[in-house]
Every structure is written in C-alpha cells, then in structure tokens.
C-alpha cells in the first residue's frame, strides 16, 4: 500500500517556496491537508519584505492538482505566531497530525563580522521556530497519542563550515530540540526526527561557488539538488508509515543515510585522568577504528560505558 495522508493535517512552516514547497506539493498529492505556512519574507530574515504571495501560489498549485490546502502567513518566531499557524489547521481541519518545521533564514560570513544579533535572529527562526508550532500542536499530538515532528537541521549545524557561524549554531540547536522532543514525545507516540536536506533553492543559489570553502563535489552534482529528492524522505518521516525517532537522515547527491553521533570506547582507568595521562593515550581515545558506541540517548550513554567497563548494575 502506498503512504497515505487520507484524513490527516500537515503543518509545513516556510513552504512558500524552496523545499517546504516540494513537501508541500507531495503530502497534499498523498492525501493530506496541508496549512501551507510562510511569512513570505527575505533570505536574511529581515523585516520588512513579507508577502502573503509565496503560501497563496502554493495553496494554489495544490488546488490545481486537487489536492486541499490553506495558507497561513504567521511567523514562526514567536509563541504567538505558533500558536496561530497550529490554530489554523485546527479551525480549518479540526486536528493536526504532523508539523514540518522548515522555515529558515540564513546569514553567513567570516565569524568576525557576524554579531550577536544575527546569531539571535537565526536562534529565533530556526530552534524557536521549531520550538513554538512543535509545542502548540503538542498537548493535541499527546491526547490523540500520536503526532509526527519533522524538524530540519543542517550539515553546518551537525558538522560546520567556516562562515557558517551563526546559522550552524541556530542549526545546532534544532539538532538538540530533536534529541530531547524525541524522547519526552515516544511515549505519547509523537515521533520526532530530523533531517539535513542539500538543495537548490533561494537560499542557497545565490552562494557564489568557493564562498563556503572549495567544494568541487558541489558542482559536480547539479541534477540532485532538485527539492524532490529530498520531498520523499518528509513525506515519509511526517507520516504514520514512520515508526522511528530520534534520527537524523541526511540527503545529499541522490544519497540518504543516517547521521548518528558515536562516541568512541576510547581510554578507561580507575583513577582521574590527569593531562599527561590523556596526553599519553590520545591517539586511542581519538581512535574511531577501535569500536564506538552509539548511544539512543543520554542515559544509554551510561549503559554503555558500564558494559564496556564491567560495571554491573543491580535490577529489580
Ligand atoms: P527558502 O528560503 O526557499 O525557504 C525558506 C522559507 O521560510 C521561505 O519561503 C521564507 O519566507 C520562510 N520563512 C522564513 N522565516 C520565516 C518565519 N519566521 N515564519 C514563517 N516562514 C518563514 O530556503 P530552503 O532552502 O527551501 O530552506 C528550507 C529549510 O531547509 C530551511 O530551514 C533551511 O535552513 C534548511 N536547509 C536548506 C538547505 C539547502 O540546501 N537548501 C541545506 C540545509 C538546510
């Protein structure tokens, strides 16, 4: 059977364009209602070239092609406007099953002239923007018990860049949200995963090739960037066919794999480590080819290191 949205509301914030319209156009041809967000502002976030245009042209495409949608223009960077984006699919839809937090701005440069406010601007879009429609649709998801979370990460969040500064760190923390939602919604079967997308959208066509490092891969590449490939791995993941959580799925060039954090089984003793001690052995606890583990999450970290240091642990 193929995935279906029959019956089921779909959050997607900044899907005006870009990405967010490629998994916009996809649930609503699976079936779902999709409140089509997006403030319709500027690359950098901005204020003051917000236009209702970029949610009502997709709203529009979906009708076209059958399919149900509404458009909503609230900014996801305050409580308020969360609040308001999951009351529309509630006043429109009467239930909310899955959000895609995908709204985002971006600044870049050398860390030097970045300033602390645009490291907050990209803060309040990107992990507060997660934050405020995941926790408006919250307390629905947990009384329906069952919600999907599909949150959007970044390569310069989980692994860096060198004028990625700010948008890496706001990146970050999406990455962290997804950890810890992830956990506190399982067992109120809301599913929370994340993704790390590499596409060919506004935000990223106007980066001059060489201006985020060298990168020759990038341009030997041009026909994966297409938004598609990366609209089936949303519709997936924001669907009930997605029985995980707490992943981190990277789509780049065609590919799509998981992203784990391992922490390798490194160097032990019973006694504190001193510099010189960690000095002496540390090739071994750099050393990814000695075995890691990989921990589900923070309390499994302690189950590992016990296993490894055979720590026994007293049960019942
Ligand atoms: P885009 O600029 O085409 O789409 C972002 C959309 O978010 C825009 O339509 C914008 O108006 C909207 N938006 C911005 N602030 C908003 C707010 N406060 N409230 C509601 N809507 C708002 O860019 P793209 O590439 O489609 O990006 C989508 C997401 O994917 C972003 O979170 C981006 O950071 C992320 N991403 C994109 C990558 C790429 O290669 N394109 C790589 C890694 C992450």
């Known amino acids: ?20 319209r490629a998994y916009a156009l996809e649930i609503a041809r699976r079936g779902g209602k999709v409140v089509v967000n997006d403030l319709g502002g500027a690359i950098t976030g901005v204020a003051g070239q917000e236009s209702t245009s970029f949610a009502d042209k997709v709203v529009d495409e979906i009708k076209a092609a059958g399919g149900e949608a509404i458009a909503n223009y609230d900014s996801v960077a305050s409580t308020e406007g969360g609040r308001a984006i999951i ?40 992990v507060g923007g997660s934050w405020t429609v995941a926790q408006a649709a919250w307390p629905h998801m947990k009384q329906q018990g069952y919600g999907r979370l599909v949150f959007t990460t970044s390569s310069g969040g989980t692994l860096g860049n060198e004028k990625l500064s700010a948008y890496g760190a706001a990146k970050g923390g999406v990455m962290g949200l997804m950890h810890n939602l992830a956990e506190a919604g399982a067992p109120h079967g809301i599913l929370c995963n994340a993704l790390m997308p590499n596409a060919a959208s506004r935000m990223t066509m106007g980066i001059q090739p060489g201006e985020m490092g060298e990168n020759p891969w990038s341009a030997a590449m041009p026909q994966y960037f297409d938004p598609r490939y990366t609209a089936g791995l949303v519709a997936y993941l924001a669907s009930d066919a997605c029985k995980t959580h707490h992943g981190i799925y990277s789509m780049l060039g065609g590919r799509l794999g998981r992203a784990f954090i391992g922490i390798a089984h490194g160097y032990a003793q019973d006694a504190p480590m001193d510099a010189d001690v960690i ?38």
């Open 1 to 20: 059977m193929p995935i279906s949205y029959d019956g089921q509301v779909v959050v997607i914030t900044g899907s005006g364009g870009g990405l967010g």
């Open 87 to 126: 009351q529309a699919a509630l006043d429109a839809y009467g239930r909310i099953d899955a959000v895609v937090a995908n709204a985002g701005t971006m600044r870049y440069g050398e860390f030097e002239d970045l300033t602390l406010e645009d490291l907050n601007a990209l803060l309040a879009v990107h």
């Open 279 to 316: 000095a002496a052995n540390w090739d071994r606890i750099n050393d990814d080819t000695a075995g890691y583990g990989i921990p589900a999450n923070n309390t499994d970290e302690f189950r590992i290191v016990a296993e490894l240091r055979g720590i026994g642990v007293q049960t019942g």
